[in-house]
């Protein structure tokens, strides 16, 4: 069992930075990290990813270049997003699942069984 705990949302304008935080509350260099994205009406979408152990990193194409997911610590995955449009404005939300899942399959939502409450991200044009 494992809680995530996600932090750093806020509103920008377009072109601007945010840096998204998600602790966990044990260890999770064995778990793949994912941050996941969800508009209002819209199905929620993998963002980017970490996967356990080697800690290979995936992204969806439309943040490729612009986002970077990386492990600060033992317990602890930021999402640095830069270059910011309107079109990223949406809750984010944190996930963790067991073991090392990598390709486009580490961005799939039900790959995953721990998510955290989530926060918000509003870009401004």
């Known amino acids: 069992q494992v809680h995530l705990v996600e932090s750093g949302g806020g509103s920008v304008q377009a072109g601007g930075s945010l840096r998204l935080s998600c602790v966990a509350t044990?260890?999770?260099?064995?778990?793949?990290i994912a941050w996941f994205r969800q508009a209002p009406g819209k199905e929620r979408e993998g963002v980017a990813s970490?996967?356990?152990?080697?800690?290979?990193t995936d992204y969806a194409d439309s943040v490729k270049g612009r986002f970077t997911i990386s492990r600060d610590n033992v317990n602890t995955v930021t999402l640095e997003m830069n270059n910011l449009k309107v079109e990223d404005t949406a809750m984010y939300y944190c996930?963790?699942?067991?073991?090392?899942?990598?390709?486009?399959?580490?961005?799939?939502?039900?790959?995953?069984?721990?998510w955290g409450q989530g926060t918000q991200v509003t870009v401004s044009s």
């Open positions: 970490i996967a356990a152990f080697a800690g290979r």
């Open positions: 044990r260890y999770i260099y064995t778990s793949t």
């Open positions: 996930a963790a699942a067991d073991g090392q899942i990598l390709g486009s399959l580490s961005l799939r939502v039900e790959k995953y069984n721990y």
